[in-house]
Nanobody, 115 residues
Framework: QVQLVESGGGLVQAGGSLRLSCAAS????????MGWYRQAPGKQRELVAR???????NYADSVKGRFTISRDNAKNTVYLQMDSLKPEDTAVYYC?????????WGQGTQVTVSS
């Protein structure tokens, strides 16, 4: 099974930046599309960015132009560069497979944006 470990979250002021990382176990990482998801308190988990095994990307309208997803297959790692952060970006961020998430989710990483 694939294990996912997210890191890089923290507390930042509005307009600031953070870079999230997700380390995945398994030698077949480069065969999968990957996504960054987030869940804010009281809300459903949502997909904010995804990247295919070939490197094609897509973003939710709410983060388009501010977030950038990338991957390093040699390191089994996917990244999310988040710029121009807004208070509404506050959430726990998770990575997982896309379009089909793996069975188990990581612990996520908390992002808090203060106004």
């Amino acid at each position: 099974q694939v294990q996912l470990v997210e890191s890089g979250g923290g507390l930042v002021q509005a307009g600031g930046s953070l870079r999230l990382s997700c380390a995945a176990s398994g030698s077949i990482f480069n065969m999968y599309g990957m996504g960054w998801y987030r869940q804010a308190p009281g809300k459903q988990r949502e997909l904010v960015a995804r990247i295919t095994s070939g490197g094609s990307t897509n973003y939710a309208d709410s983060v388009k132009g501010r977030f950038t997803i990338s991957r390093d297959n040699a390191k089994n790692t996917v990244y999310l560069q988040m710029d121009s952060l807004k208070p509404e970006d506050t959430a726990v961020y998770y990575c997982n497979g896309w379009p089909l998430p793996f069975t188990y989710w990581g612990q996520g990483t908390q992002v808090t944006v203060s106004s």
